[in-house]
């Protein structure tokens, strides 16, 4: 079983139109869709966004469901040099950047972990054979110019200023900020789940980015779905 996990109904839409056998259960004050997609198994939720509410919907896939792959989809802010709205991030990782223990004497971005130093952030590590298939898929659909492979930054802020978004890029080495991917990581690790983030760009992480996403989010949530029905059909 595959779970696939969007924030906002524009990011699931074309995934549950695209279902076959479409049934509907409510858990834990979401709805989650189960049927075929692409000749697999699905089941499919919008979370809300949010680290928690992501957190409680990827869990309940895995303990209620049986998912043994977690797929997030959805929009982002780009946030390394040179991103373009419309660019597609597979994130290989994700760190909770708004994890912030340093007062006590931890780095930024440290979660409370066994077996993690304390003086490195945690990356939550995305599986490779998913990131393999995700960008061979994006490689037949766009062009390789748009298509990236690195950290997602995740965190409950909407990005939206540049001292946050150099902090992220620089210390980080973020490509993209969002609000869920890294909990979804999360909680896979902790279940031994594989699982991926893929993201299309939205916006900047800009003073811009709230008009950008009144813009572009419908059409750059569409591009992450196809992105991801083209993905499944070579799993």
């Keep these: 079983m595959i779970g696939i996990i969007g924030a906002m109904q524009s990011e699931i839409e074309l995934l549950k139109a695209s279902m076959e056998g479409l049934e509907e259960d409510r858990k834990a004050g979401m709805i989650f869709y189960t049927g075929k997609l692409q000749g697999h198994d699905i089941v499919l939720s919008r979370s809300g966004m949010g680290k928690v509410n992501a957190a409680v919907c990827a869990q309940v896939m895995i303990d209620i469901y049986g998912a043994d792959a977690l797929i997030n989809t959805g929009i982002a802010g780009g946030v390394a040099h040179g991103m373009h709205v419309g660019d597609i991030v597979i994130g290989k990782d994700a760190v909770e950047h708004d994890y ?8 930024k971005g440290y979660v ?124």
């Design 100 to 107: 912030d223990l340093s007062p006590v004497g931890y780095v």
């Design 112 to 235: 409370d972990m066994d077996g993690y130093p304390h003086d490195e952030p945690v990356y939550f590590r995305s599986s490779e054979r998913l990131i393999s298939c995700i960008h061979e898929a994006a490689r037949d659909l766009m062009n390789e110019e748009n298509i990236h492979v690195g950290t997602i930054a995740t965190g409950d802020i909407f990005v939206s200023k540049k001292e946050l978004k150099d902090e992220l890029r620089e210390r980080y080495d973020a490509y993209a900020a969002e609000m869920e991917g890294g909990a979804i990581l999360h909680v896979a690790n902790k279940n031994g789940v594989e699982a991926v983030i893929i993201r299309c760009l939205s916006d900047l992480a800009d003073e811009n980015a709230q008009e950008s996403i009144e813009n572009f989010e419908e059409m750059v949530a569409d591009r992450s779905a196809r992105m991801l029905m083209e993905a499944v059909s070579r799993l």
